[in-house]
């Protein structure tokens, strides 16, 4: 039986227990009437965990894979650490995917013996098993798997099979032009009232965001699901795909993890809101999964693994299984973080947990190393001694009541945060990553990735802060540099680091003429005197970027070598639109030379000060209107040094703009695209010519 109830619940009610007015989480969170799942339906206390075969396998998942997937899940320690469904995704059912009697029957070449001996295989590796579905109905052509005139019956063969969760997508509900809220409600009874009684996971998986998708109805979106599904679902998809098949980016786990962030109040044990899949080695850095695995973990979100586990390295698979990062996941207290203070490049989030502790979260979305602060009274907490336990290194340090850590580019800092006693224990001391701030005399400017190149000269510091309650004695920074580099320190180091207090130590670094280009690490060994501790080191370390040659003469930039390059979806094309389809063309002209792009994007290079003129045309390629009427609007920036240098303003499938821009002075050159703030749908940016001349 439902019973209803109102959810009434500020953002600091409940979430931060008499927390600071200034904690926020997003554009909308406050009153909402849901239905409360009776008691027996909470079949997941805390986030389920678990793999999932689609951005891994893709397509045509096989018997063969997932079983050795399933091995794997139990030899690398997953299973144990608490992966525990193995989920098959889409794409598993026959061409014709329902029998003349009304059954779903999977595909016999990917299921030769079908599906009830692979479930059997994955109960017997102590897993459970997860299916996939579609609250619409199957439309030839359109989409290939749909429940929608079937759905008790579709559940009750998913229990007859022993499934334990089942996904319900909304691909052919679109099609369909179905009311997600019904379908779903009336899928959801399905399952609870399966003929066999067998208790499943309700993974409700609405993907339609506008604007990424088009100009959908509110109640169509993802964005709609979270004021109905906790009555009916264990967990409700709260944007589009985090990535595409074998493709999950850092840029696309920041988006869901912002729209997922928009209504923490409605999730809970039992329900939960879910960003998407884990994307390890999908297109990420180890340090951006690490994040992914940070924000993901104070969401209080689902932790299913996209990638082909199999093929993880050994840093990706110990991300996975952190034990004190799955504890805060996995915290009974089922709350989601919401963040303290404003959005922006640098960011605080806050997860109250059962016993009265904080998993505190310092979020970097810069493209530059920085270290980042808060306040214990900030995220909750009072008193003046704190005890920080850093959840990645296990580190245990007591803090007089500031929160700080030196946090990477695209990186995160994830502490577990109580209230200290007993006796004192290690100063926080926090060191600095080396920062580049200037490069031949000119300062880098805030938030942008360093470049130098052969010959350059440039100032590093690091920063050194000391948030314990004592002073520390005889702080020093070395520096080490890659070999043929030269590091000279700047200044001495005081005698001590008083409590509250810092020092930022300076080196003259100097690249030989012959600097290879690609990336050097900078790497320093922080070490301070603590009483009755003895001397104790930190060690941190920064990537630069070494530039590649600067162009010389008149060329066509595209051909150049970039420093670094993004799409929005897929990747930046040279001389054609982006994915390579077709030339370039705009309002029926063909360009020859360019770059194609999906917004957001950026594309960068190093002109080292050797160029005086760039001319270009910019707009909307002319495929998009293969596509549809929607979307196709972009910005263009053209940015050096940091300043903007040209801005073409929004751009309809209707526009162009020429450009002829002074590059007289410019080291490093930014091309920049934007959605033209309707999303990034249809959004085919070209970068035609780019001649420049040098």
Same mark, same amino acid.
């Given at each position: 039986?439902?019973?209803?109830?109102?959810?009434?619940?500020?953002?600091?009610?409940?979430?931060?227990?008499?927390?600071?007015?200034?904690?926020?989480?997003?554009?909308?969170?406050?009153?909402?009437?849901?239905?409360? &799942? =009776?008691?027996?339906?909470?079949?997941?206390?805390?986030?389920?965990?678990?793999?999932?075969?689609?951005?891994?396998?893709?397509?045509?998942?096989?018997?063969?894979?997932?079983?050795?997937?399933?091995?794997?899940?139990?030899?690398?320690?997953?299973?144990?650490?608490?992966?525990?469904?193995?989920?098959?995704?889409?794409?598993?059912?026959?061409?014709?995917?329902?029998? @003349?009697?009304?059954?779903?029957?999977?595909?016999?070449?990917?299921?030769?013996?079908?599906?009830?001996?692979?479930?059997?295989?994955?109960?017997?590796?102590?897993?459970?098993?997860?299916?996939?579905?579609?609250? $619409?109905?199957?439309?030839?052509?359109?989409?290939?798997?749909?429940?929608?005139?079937?759905?008790?019956?579709?559940?009750?063969?998913?229990?007859?099979?022993?499934?334990?969760?089942?996904?319900?997508?909304?691909?052919?509900?679109?099609?369909?032009?179905?009311?997600?809220?019904?379908?779903?409600?009336?899928?959801?009874?399905?399952?609870?009232?399966?003929?066999?009684?067998?208790?499943?996971?309700?993974?409700?998986?609405?993907?339609?965001?506008?604007? #990424?998708?088009?100009?959908?109805?509110?109640?169509?979106?993802?964005?709609?699901?979270?004021?109905?599904?906790?009555?009916?679902?264990?967990?409700?998809?709260?944007?589009?795909?985090?990535?595409?098949?074998?493709?999950?980016?850092?840029?696309?786990?920041?988006?869901?993890? #912002?729209?997922?962030?928009?209504?923490?109040?409605?999730?809970?044990?039992?329900?939960?809101?879910?960003?998407?899949?884990?994307?390890?080695?999908?297109? +990420?850095?180890?340090?951006?999964?690490?994040?992914?695995?940070?924000?993901?973990?104070?969401?209080?979100?689902?932790?299913?693994?996209?990638?082909?586990?199999?093929?993880?390295?050994?840093?990706?698979?110990?991300?996975?299984?952190?034990?004190?990062?799955?504890?805060?996941?996995?915290?009974?207290? $089922?709350?989601?973080?919401?963040?303290?203070?404003?959005?922006?490049?640098?960011?605080?989030?806050?997860?109250?947990?059962?016993?009265?502790?904080?998993?505190?979260?310092?979020?970097?979305?810069?493209?530059?190393?920085?270290?980042?602060?808060?306040?214990?009274?900030?995220?909750?907490?009072?008193?003046?001694?704190?005890?920080?336990?850093? *959840?990645?290194?296990?580190?245990?340090? !007591?803090? =007089?009541?500031?929160?700080? @850590?030196?946090?990477?580019?695209?990186?995160?800092?994830?502490?577990?945060?109580?209230?200290?006693?007993?006796?004192?224990?290690?100063?926080?001391?926090?060191?600095?990553?080396?920062?580049?701030?200037?490069?031949?005399?000119?300062?880098? &400017?805030?938030?942008?990735?360093?470049?130098?190149?052969?010959?350059?000269?440039?100032?590093?510091?690091?920063?050194?802060?000391?948030?314990?309650?004592?002073?520390?004695?005889?702080?020093?920074?070395?520096?080490?540099? &890659?070999?043929?580099?030269? *590091?000279?320190?700047?200044?001495?180091?005081?005698?001590?680091?008083?409590?509250?207090?810092?020092?930022?130590?300076?080196?003259?670094?100097?690249?030989?003429?012959?600097? !290879?280009?690609?990336?050097?690490?900078?790497?320093?060994?922080?070490?301070?005197?603590?009483?009755?501790?003895?001397?104790?080191?930190?060690?941190? *370390?920064?990537?630069?970027?070494?530039?590649?040659? @600067?162009?010389?003469?008149?060329?066509?930039?595209?051909?150049?070598?970039?420093?670094?390059?993004?799409?929005?979806? +897929?990747?930046?094309?040279?001389?054609?639109?982006?994915?390579?389809?077709?030339?370039?063309?705009?309002?029926? !002209?063909?360009?020859?030379?360019?770059?194609?792009?999906?917004?957001?994007?950026?594309?960068?290079?190093?002109?080292?000060?050797?160029?005086?003129?760039?001319? *270009?045309?910019?707009?909307?390629?002319?495929?998009?209107?293969?596509?549809?009427?929607?979307? $196709?609007?972009?910005?263009?920036?053209?940015?050096?040094?940091?300043?903007?240098?040209?801005?073409?303003?929004?751009?309809?499938?209707?526009?162009?703009?020429?450009?002829?821009?002074?590059?007289?002075?410019?080291?490093?050159?930014?091309?920049?695209?934007?959605?033209?703030?309707?999303?990034?749908?249809?959004?085919?940016?070209?970068?035609?010519?780019?001649? @420049?001349?040098?």
């Amino acid at each position: 039986m439902k019973r209803h109830l109102t959810v009434l619940l500020a953002l600091l009610t409940g979430l931060l227990a008499a927390g600071p007015a200034s904690a926020q989480a997003g554009p909308a969170a406050g009153t909402v009437a849901v239905t409360a &799942p =009776a008691p027996q339906e909470v079949l997941s206390p805390t986030p389920y965990m678990g793999w999932n075969t689609y951005y891994a396998l893709g397509g045509d998942p096989t018997d063969a894979e997932i079983r050795s997937i399933t091995d794997f899940l139990v030899s690398s320690g997953l299973r144990d650490a608490g992966y525990e469904y193995v989920w098959i995704d889409g794409n598993w059912a026959a061409p014709t995917p329902r029998s @003349a009697a009304g059954d779903l029957v999977p595909n016999p070449d990917q299921f030769p013996n079908g599906l009830k001996p692979l479930v059997d295989y994955i109960h017997s590796k102590g897993l459970k098993a997860g299916i996939y579905t579609d609250a $619409g109905p199957y439309i030839p052509g359109k989409c290939g798997l749909g429940s929608h005139g079937y759905y008790q019956r579709d559940a009750d063969n998913f229990a007859a099979l022993e499934f334990d969760a089942v996904k319900v997508d909304y691909l052919c509900g679109i099609a369909a032009d179905l009311d997600p809220k019904t379908v779903y409600t009336e899928f959801a009874q399905a399952l609870r009232n399966n003929a066999s009684k067998r208790p499943m996971l309700f993974n409700l998986c609405n993907p339609v965001t506008s604007p #990424d998708w088009g100009n959908y109805p509110e109640e169509q979106q993802s964005t709609y699901s979270w004021s109905y599904a906790p009555a009916i679902a264990q967990s409700w998809r709260t944007y589009t795909d985090v990535g595409f098949v074998g493709e999950i980016k850092f840029k696309d786990v920041l988006r869901n993890y #912002d729209a997922n962030a928009r209504h923490p109040e409605a999730a809970g044990p039992g329900h939960f809101n879910d960003p998407d899949y884990l994307g390890p080695e999908l297109g +990420m850095n180890d340090e951006e999964f690490r994040t992914q695995m940070t924000l993901w973990s104070v969401a209080a979100a689902p932790l299913v693994i996209g990638s082909d586990v199999r093929k993880l390295s050994k840093t990706s698979l110990d991300i996975l299984e952190d034990r004190d990062v799955l504890a805060i996941n996995q915290d009974s207290a $089922g709350v989601q973080a919401v963040r303290v203070g404003p959005a922006g490049t640098t960011e605080t989030w806050v997860k109250r947990l059962a016993n009265g502790d904080r998993a505190v979260v310092l979020l970097n979305r810069g493209d530059s190393p920085a270290t980042l602060t808060t306040k214990a009274r900030s995220v909750g907490l009072s008193g003046d001694r704190f005890t920080l336990k850093n *959840a990645w290194t296990n580190q245990v340090t !007591e803090s =007089a009541g500031t929160i700080s @850590a030196a946090v990477p580019a695209h990186g995160a800092a994830l502490f577990r945060v109580s209230q200290a006693a007993g006796k004192p224990g290690v100063p926080h001391v926090v060191a600095g990553l080396p920062q580049v701030t200037q490069v031949g005399g000119d300062a880098v &400017p805030a938030g942008v990735a360093p470049v130098v190149a052969g010959g350059d000269q440039a100032r590093v510091e690091v920063t050194v802060r000391n948030d314990g309650a004592m002073p520390v004695f005889a702080p020093r920074v070395e520096l080490a540099v &890659p070999a043929g580099w030269t *590091a000279r320190p700047l200044g001495t180091a005081p005698k001590q680091l008083a409590s509250n207090g810092s020092v930022t130590l300076a080196f003259t670094v100097t690249l030989p003429a012959t600097a !290879e280009p690609g990336s050097g690490a900078l790497t320093a060994t922080t070490s301070y005197e603590v009483t009755g501790k003895g001397r104790l080191r930190q060690e941190t *370390a920064t990537s630069v970027v070494v530039a590649p040659a @600067a162009p010389d003469g008149d060329v066509a930039l595209s051909h150049h070598k970039w420093i670094s390059a993004t799409s929005g979806w +897929m990747s930046p094309t040279v001389d054609q639109s982006v994915g390579g389809w077709s030339p370039i063309s705009m309002l029926g !002209e063909v360009y020859p030379t360019g770059i194609g792009v999906a917004s957001p994007s950026a594309v960068r290079y190093y002109l080292g000060d050797r160029c005086s003129r760039l001319t *270009a045309t910019v707009g909307i390629d002319d495929a998009v209107r293969n596509v549809g009427p929607e979307g $196709g609007t972009s910005t263009f920036q053209v940015i050096g040094d940091g300043k903007v240098l040209f801005d073409s303003g929004v751009l309809t499938r209707d526009d162009v703009r020429e450009a002829d821009i002074d590059l007289t002075g410019v080291r490093v050159l930014d091309l920049v695209v934007g959605d033209g703030g309707d999303g990034g749908y249809n959004d085919r940016a070209d970068w035609a010519g780019l001649n @420049a001349t040098c």
